[in-house]
């Protein structure tokens, strides 16, 4: 979703903002802007446009200096996508410059107020009111100009300012959405996202929601909104500008796809404990007694993080015997779950930023759970309100559809799964069974990638349906969602998912040979009862892709998959599949890293 970058020192600071806009493209957005100033500029100068960022850097004029400059790139809320709803937005007298992330939620009161008193606005979005408040406060300090304005506010924001009279500062806030601050040598830096940084400086601060920061070029300082000075060490991020780069690939979403291998490798290492048969997992802060005392599991994310947690819940009763299970977070939090102090509650996401779980755990806190958090980015907001938790360690994930996150999610799950059945009753051999299963892993995952040309070719075979219907039992059922999900996201075609079991309870009237099924089949105790669904299938004509450990002799095309434990087998079986979208996409010319409509990070309701 939206994107902010900032930068204060002594560079040229529109290519650099422009850039930085380019690494925040990966989030989603429609239009883009940019303002710059110097100390020894008269006023502040503004671009915006709608479309991309290479829209907006045509209509950067030749000399448009500066060393001081906000930038952004907006996903629309409030407001179609269009030059003038685009941020930054200015003040009539074009002193003040705002860009915005998140929802102010009294805006349509603050604006009545403001246009009854005379003020005339540009846009029609949320942020503008924020741009006017500022330009009105008889404060002195910009801080405090900003202090005052925050104070009237309501909802969610990651902002940065800028004033016409105070060119050598860029003052920040964050409530709800990421401000993080990039510490370089006499030059300093703000974003949303740390992808925007990580080329200058990996000397991050990261804001907390009601803090603020100044930055000059040569200092920064945070503080409360309410004024309190607050400590703020930096720490170094892990991620190299080279991990954002599309590294010969021609899309993120297949260079992610082929990271797979190295990836469960990283979630695995030096966490596996040979000796207990378990795995160290330090970060959960939960030690044996507490593991112990869990007595059910609820696992929260939305979308493609919420179908590894049902995968991450059948892995916690098989291997803990815990009753566990998944459930949208964008519901949960809506429906006054009633909260139970025995149950372990789980919030899954890659970005560590979704909205829709954020509060979720906010709500789950509140209420007095124990919150864990299974997240990819370092920091995130999910992983500093959680009371423990585990690092996905997928390195980043620029596609908007998640590929290796997905992936890395599940085994952090079997490890979470093995390390609480191992305090429980799984067997030493059964703990050594799951963890060779998982040391397999990376291998095949890459015999499982070599077949890439095949799956292609199947895909061109599908690419003219209008719908697909994917099914699974148990085990299968949460890869058969998450494969219709990555199709619709990735394709347009539409896609669904039913559990095997229920087809005669319905979506049989759907097949006829128009309506390819994708049957997952493990070679597991169930392997009879999907044959017999894919008789069904075939009995009504209807065309067949398998997922299988063997050739089915019921099915049109099988894809083959190496056999893991059966508790593993969910993990690779989903890696086809992902390739089987991404080639239908390629094939039907879609925009595979930025499919329409959807953004990698969504940190508004
Ligand atoms: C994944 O392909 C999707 N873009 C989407 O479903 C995503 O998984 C969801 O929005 C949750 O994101 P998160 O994992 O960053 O919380």
């Known amino acids: 979703m939206c994107g902010i970058v900032g930068y204060i020192g002594k560079r040229d600071v529109a290519p650099l903002l422009l850039e930085g806009l380019q690494r925040l493209e990966y989030r989603g957005y429609d239009s883009a802007g940019i303002v710059v100033t110097s100390p020894k500029a008269a006023g502040l100068k503004m671009v915006k446009a709608k479309g991309r960022v290479r829209d907006l850097e045509a209509k950067v004029p ?21 030059d003038l709803n685009a941020h930054p937005h200015m003040s009539a007298d074009d002193k003040v ?29 949320d942020t503008e009111v924020l741009v006017h408040l500022i330009a009105r406060s008889e404060a002195q300090k910009l801080e405090d100009k ?86 703020a060490e930096p720490t170094t991020v892990e991620w190299e500008a ?30 596996i404990d040979d000796r207990f048969s378990t795995v160290h997992l330090g970060g959960l802060n939960l030690d044996a007694r507490d593991a112990r005392a869990v007595r059910r599991v609820k696992i929260l994310g939305c979308g493609t993080s919420y179908h590894a947690g049902q995968i991450g819940a059948q892995m916690i009763e098989e291997l803990a015997r815990i009753p566990a299970d998944a459930e949208p977070a964008s519901e949960f939090r809506y429906r006054n779950a009633v ?4 149950t372990l509650y789980i919030a899954v996401s890659q970005s560590g930023e979704t909205y829709d779980v954020l509060a979720a755990v906010q709500e789950l806190k509140r209420k007095g759970a124990r919150v864990l958090g299974i997240v990819n980015v370092v920091g995130s907001a999910i992983a500093r309100e959680a009371d423990g938790g585990m690092y996905v360690h997928a390195g980043p994930e620029v596609c908007v559809v998640s590929t290796k996150c997905f992936t890395n999610t599940c085994v952090a799950f079997a490890l979470l799964a093995l390390h609480l059945g191992r305090t429980r009753d799984l067997s030493v051999r059964d703990g050594k069974r799951i963890i060779e299963g998982l040391r397999k892993l990376p291998q095949q995952i890459s015999e499982m990638l070599e077949r890439e040309e095949d799956i292609k070719k199947l895909a061109a075979q599908y690419a003219d349906a209008r719908s697909m219907l994917f099914i ?122 930025k499919p329409r409509n959807l953004a990698k990070s969504v940190t508004v309701e």
Not at 66 to 79: F, K, V, Y
Not at 171 to 194: H, Q, T, Y
Not at 339 to 342: N, R
Not at 508 to 531: F, M, Q, Y
Request: proline share 4%; no cysteine; hydrophobic share 40%.
């Open 472 to 593: 699974g039992r148990v085990r299968g059922y949460p890869v058969a969602r998450e494969a219709s999900l990555k199709l619709k996201e990735v394709s347009y075609i539409h896609a669904e998912a039913y559990p095997a079991s229920e087809l005669k309870h319905g979506p049989l009237a759907l097949i006829e040979p128009a309506l390819p099924t994708v049957a997952i089949v493990p070679d597991d105790d169930l392997l009879e009862k999907n044959r017999a669904a894919m008789e069904e299938i075939k009995a009504r004509s209807g065309q067949i892709l398998a997922v299988a450990h063997q050739e089915q002799e019921k099915a049109d095309h099988t894809i083959v998959v190496p056999k893991n434990e059966d508790e593993l087998d969910p993990i690779l079986m989903g890696i086809p599949l992902q390739l089987l979208a991404y080639h239908t996409a390629l094939s039907l010319g879609r925009d595979i890293d």
């Open 242 to 271: 080279a991990s954002y780069d599309m590294g010969g690939h021609d899309t993120y979403m297949h260079k992610e796809i082929h990271e797979q291998a190295e990836a469960v490798d990283r979630v695995l290492r030096g966490r």
């Open 146 to 231: 900003v202090r005052e304005t925050l104070r009237l506010i309501e909802g969610t924001y990651g902002i940065a300012v800028m004033h016409a009279d105070f060119p050598e500062r860029i003052v920040v806030a964050r409530n709800g959405s990421p401000v993080v601050l990039g510490i370089g040598e006499k030059e300093m830096f703000v974003a949303s996202d740390i992808a925007a940084l990580v080329a200058h400086t990996r000397q991050i601060v990261t804001l907390d929601d009601g803090e603020m920061a100044t930055l000059k070029a040569d200092d920064f300082r945070t503080y409360t909104t309410e004024g309190t000075r607050t400590t």
């Open 339 to 342: 909260v139970d102090p025995d």
């Open 62 to 82: 030749a000399r448009f200096k500066g060393t001081t400059g906000i930038a952004h790139t907006r996903w629309a809320t409030h407001g179609a996508p269009s």
């Open 97 to 125: 410059a705002v860009v915005h992330n998140g929802i102010i939620d009294n805006a349509a009161d603050l604006r009545r107020k403001l246009e009854a008193d005379g003020v005339e606005f540009l846009s029609e979005t």
